[in-house]
């Protein structure tokens, strides 16, 4: 999950999608620069992709 843009992925990964509920778990986890922050980011413990 990205907050920024990240230039670095374009033309080499496939980033997108939408929060289609849960905004508010989003918005708990703790926003973390891997580059400069080298502690373990919040654990994700279940995802469920829907396809439209």
Same mark, same amino acid.
Request: charged fraction near 30%; avoid cysteine.
């Given at each position: 999950?990205?907050?920024?843009?990240?230039?670095?992925?374009?033309?080499?990964?496939?980033?997108? =999608?939408?929060?289609?509920? =849960?905004?508010? %778990?989003?918005?708990?986890?703790?926003?973390?620069?891997? =580059?400069?922050?080298?502690?373990? =980011?919040?654990? %994700?413990?279940? %995802?469920?992709?829907?396809?439209?």
């Amino acid at each position: 999950m990205t907050y920024a843009p990240t230039p670095h992925l374009d033309n080499n990964h496939s980033v997108f =999608g939408k929060v289609s509920e =849960g905004m508010d %778990i989003v918005k708990a986890i703790r926003e973390r620069d891997p =580059g400069t922050d080298r502690s373990p =980011g919040d654990a %994700i413990k279940t %995802i469920t992709i829907l396809e439209e």
